[in-house]
């Protein structure tokens, strides 16, 4: 299972970027995924997470802002980030848990990790 994530980048507040996951050894539909992100001294957080029924949850910081889609044709898993912050900036992780039907909200839970994609935000 590979999972490879794109789209990162520097953007100022306010802006968006759509984060991508490239998914290839199984099958999106099957699984629940997560994008997690880490900023430096800081834990590996969930930010999103989708189930395989297509159940989504998002942390509280994010709610309103950011979107987690996913793409079964494409085998593909995106995180929609809109009126970026500041404190948005870290690096963000695709991840894969084999068993689907629930959203897991701790990284242990999850079987397979993307490499990361930076995102930072200016003010």
């Known amino acids: 299972v590979q999972l490879v994530e794109s789209g990162g980048g520097l953007v100022q507040a306010g802006g968006s970027l759509r984060l991508s996951c490239a998914v290839s050894?199984?099958?999106?539909?099957?699984?629940?995924m997560g994008w997690f992100r880490q900023a430096p001294g800081k834990e590996r957080e969930l930010v999103a997470g989708?189930?395989?029924?297509?159940?989504?949850r998002y942390t509280d910081s994010v709610k309103g802002r950011f979107t987690i889609s996913r793409d079964n044709g494409k085998n593909t898993l995106y995180l929609q980030m809109n009126s970026l912050k500041p404190e948005d900036t870290a690096m963000y992780y695709c991840?894969?848990?084999?068993?689907?039907?629930?959203?897991?909200?701790?990284?242990?839970?999850?079987?397979?990790w993307g490499q990361g994609t930076q995102v930072t935000v200016s003010s």
């Open positions: 989708i189930s395989s029924g297509g159940r989504t």
């Open positions: 991840a894969a848990k084999n068993i689907g039907i629930t959203i897991a909200t701790t990284s242990r839970e999850y079987d397979y």
């Open positions: 050894g199984v099958f999106t539909r099957f699984i629940a």
